[in-house]
């Protein structure tokens, strides 16, 4: 088995290691600085924009589209290590790249099932980075974990369909810049399948009867690097039938195809997230002394820096191989891997994330290093994408079925 990168994905990863050195991690204090003199919080520093600017010229943009039409043309398995390298800095360096969630699986979504209009009007600006997406589906009234138990309705009118339904934690929803909302409803809430009663349409953020009602916090957070997480309420917006993606009761396979790929793209950042967190445990590890002797020097703290990195070693190999099959046998044939990475990754890059913390004592829960931000953003991953238990009842229920 060859676990080498190939030639394409060894450039590429020289040309982004050097981009994330020269100009991603300088500019995140000057990203902090600029956000707090913006008028709105949601506003984007124009270090961000500078960001872009430069990963175009330098070719590092929409690496996540396997399309070579619309994007690089990377297979799962070259964009896994430059998606982890993004990791390390994932408030600014994925957006910078034009490969910041939800962007990512919208552009996907529109690429493989949008019609030509869709595209022209949705896609391009998009991934030409001039505009920014939001994907609604999660509810606050029912368990989204659960898909199926969505309430929103989408019903035709005409020439028109009138969406109707409460969103939150809609994730990009906040940036003024969001255009385009995908939302999934049910078109046919009394259908005898329960997976073909939903649809996916698109709603303009202007539509008369959207309103992005607020902010809603994670852990204390507002994630400005998706453009926040909103609570979005749509009273009876109406929209053309030409919005509809795809085909009416087509909502649900959709959304399984978009979630396939963002599952792994989340692992692969998440292993950067890990990746960073070992570098500022060590490199605490041998600035700071306690008790007569540097905390590099005390058994605990090896113990801790030997188990993340064994840890780390291990789950890239995993995700290394989910993307290997997901390229060879798809994402259906790559879905018992795409569930144990989706559960696998986000809890041990946590604990990961947690020993970092506990290594810098009062200064890993504070703003002054980047601990605590990455421990929220990998702490909600165990519930972004489908909750943990859910992955694990569905992985179980295909290992039982091998022996029944």
Not at 187 to 210: H, K, N
Not at 237 to 256: C, H, W
Not at 325 to 336: K, L, S, Y
Not at 390 to 399: C, F, I, K, T
Request: with cysteine; hydrophobic share 40%; net charge negative.
């Amino acid at each position: 088995m060859d676990f080498a990168f190939d030639a394409r994905t060894e450039e590429l990863r020289a040309r982004l290691l050097a981009f994330m050195d020269e100009y991603v991690y300088p500019a995140e204090p000057v990203a902090e600085e600029q956000r707090a003199l913006l008028a709105s919080p949601w506003d984007t520093p124009a270090v961000v924009e500078e960001l872009k600017e430069q990963a175009r010229s330098q070719g590092l943009w929409n690496l996540f589209l396997p399309d070579a039409e619309h994007g690089a043309g990377l297979t799962n398995l070259q964009y896994a290590p430059l998606a982890e390298i993004t990791g390390r800095s994932p408030q600014l360096a994925p957006t910078a790249l034009n490969c910041a969630a939800p962007d990512t699986g919208n552009m996907e979504v529109l690429a493989q099932f949008g019609d030509e209009r869709q595209q022209k009007q949705w896609l391009e600006p998009l991934l030409a980075g001039e505009i920014r997406s939001a994907f609604a589906m999660t509810e606050p009234e029912v368990a989204s974990s659960d898909a199926t138990n969505i309430t929103t309705l989408i019903e035709r009118d005409g020439a028109d369909y009138v969406v109707t339904g409460r969103k939150w934690y809609i994730s990009g929803a906040m940036n003024p810049d969001c255009q385009i909302f995908i939302v999934m409803g049910k078109t046919d809430p009394e259908g005898a399948d329960i997976r073909r009663q939903q649809s996916m349409v698109l709603v303009p953020r202007d539509t008369p009867g959207v309103t992005v009602r607020r902010a809603m916090k994670v852990f204390g957070y507002e994630d400005h690097s998706h453009g926040g997480h909103a609570e979005v309420v749509f009273d009876r917006a109406r929209v053309p039938v030409t919005n509809l993606i795809g085909e009416e009761g087509g909502g649900f396979a959709i959304a399984q195809a978009r979630l396939g790929p963002g599952r792994i793209h989340h692992c692969m950042r998440l292993i950067g997230m890990a990746e960073r967190a070992i570098e500022l445990m060590c490199r605490r590890a041998v600035s700071r002394d306690a008790f007569g002797k540097a905390l590099a020097q005390q058994g605990v703290v090896h113990n801790w820096i030997a188990d993340a990195r064994v840890t780390v070693e291990q789950l890239r190999l995993l995700v290394l191989k989910t993307a290997w099959m997901m390229d060879t046998v798809g994402n259906r044939g790559a879905h018992t891997e795409i569930q144990a990475i989706k559960i696998a990754t986000p809890r041990a890059v946590v604990d990961i994330i947690d020993r970092a913390i506990q290594l810098h004592g009062a200064g890993g829960v504070s703003q002054d290093f980047p601990l605590a931000e990455l421990y929220a953003g990998a702490r909600t991953l165990m519930i972004a994408d489908g909750p943990d238990e859910v992955h694990q009842r569905s992985l179980a229920r295909r290992e039982l079925k091998k022996y029944l």
